[in-house]
Nanobody, 122 residues
Framework: QVQLVESGGGLVQAGGSLRLSCAAS????????MGWFRQAPGKEREFVGV????????YYADRVKGRFTISRDNAKNTVYLQMNSLKPEDTAVYYC???????????????WGQGTQVTVSS
């Protein structure tokens, strides 16, 4: 079965950096676009960014543009979210997601990971 497992979350001070990883199994990784979402307490899940199957195209939400970078290593079946200049408002559970379509991954992806907590202190 398809499994997406996030790791790398934790506590960081404002202005700091974290790198999240998402390891995928049970699918042909290079055939899937991969996305990142987050959900803060009391808020709806929101889109963070997406990367296409080959890794040569990305798209980000305005809130994180210029600070976050998505990359992937298809040989390792892993997608990454590099987060720089973190702010307290970035505090959330971060989820990775997968779908065959670049646009579909941004809206209603087929597969989800379990999430990893990111907490940014002021």
């Amino acid at each position: 079965q398809v499994q997406l497992v996030e790791s790398g979350g934790g506590l960081v001070q404002a202005g700091g950096s974290l790198r999240l990883s998402c390891a995928a199994s049970g699918l042909t990784f290079s055939s899937y676009a991969m996305g990142w979402f987050r959900q803060a307490p009391g808020k709806e899940r929101e889109f963070v960014g997406v990367i296409n199957r080959s890794g040569d195209s990305t798209y980000y939400a305005d809130r994180v543009k210029g600070r976050f970078t998505i990359s992937r290593d298809n040989a390792k079946n892993t997608v990454y979210l590099q987060m720089n200049s973190l702010k307290p408002e970035d505090t959330a559970v971060y989820y990775c997601a997968a779908d065959l379509g670049f646009v579909a991954t941004q809206r209603r992806p087929a597969y989800w990971g379990q999430g990893t907590q990111v907490t940014v202190s002021s």
